[in-house]
């Protein structure tokens, strides 16, 4: 029974789409990490010193002070805008990579042949024979 169910799991595991699965999370996760390093490096301290605050994600409205071993309470709007920004720089990134694989796709694929034109009917068939037997005969004359 053990053996049956290593031997199915063995299967699945070696599938090309789970493979796959398992390389595009890796790939994913660091091309997460990149993205927010752009954001977090490169974008957002111009944008930081634009609307005067040092840190983009300390932007917050104090709602309670501190009080003893109790923490003040803060609604951390910086940090859920820096959320939203990596998210839509992440979708746009994502967006061009999946148009410009589908463009190499559409380029290495050839197209397919153009189906042929149908048959003529019969009777059009029959026309072009008489035609070309007329043709024929006046030639002979």
Known sequence: MVRGWLR??????????????AVGVIIGGEFGKVINSLVKDVL???????LGATH???????????????P??????GAFL????NFLIIAVCVFMMVKAINT????????PPSPAPPPAP????????IRDFLRDRKGKE
Do not use: H, K
């Open 44 to 50: 957002m301290p111009p944008l930081s010193a634009l």
């Open 122 to 129: 019969r009777s059009e068939r029959l026309l072009e024979e």
């Open 56 to 70: 983009f994600e300390d932007l917050e409205i104090p709602l309670r002070p501190a009080e003893g071993d109790i």
């Open 8 to 21: 199915e799991f063995r299967e699945f595991a070696v599938r090309g789409n789970v493979i796959d699965l």
């Open 104 to 111: 190499l796709r559409r380029a290495m694929t050839p197209s």
């Open 82 to 85: 820096q959320t939203i920004l």
């Open 72 to 77: 003040a309470a803060a609604l951390r709007y």
